[in-house]
């Protein structure tokens, strides 16, 4: 996969995370599909995948000690 492409795929991802309102502040966003933020002073992390009917966002839980 090239560079350009992983860019273009974190952007994205970012950015149907913020379109979902499923986040208020994006503080990490790794290439193999976590995006973790805060929404409403708490932190949040989702797994988001692109699947032939769209974007999926799947809340994932936070490791005890995050």
């Keep these: 996969m090239s560079n350009e492409y992983k860019d273009w795929l974190r952007d994205a991802m970012q950015d149907e995370v913020l379109e ?14 976590y995006v973790e933020g805060l929404k409403n002073d ?3 992390k989702y797994y988001v995948n ?5 974007w999926l966002c799947r809340k994932q839980e936070l490791e005890a000690f995050e």
């Design 20 to 33: 979902q309102g499923l986040m208020d502040i994006i503080t990490d966003a790794t290439y193999d599909g």
């Design 42 to 44: 708490k932190k949040v």
């Design 50 to 54: 692109l699947t032939e009917e769209g």
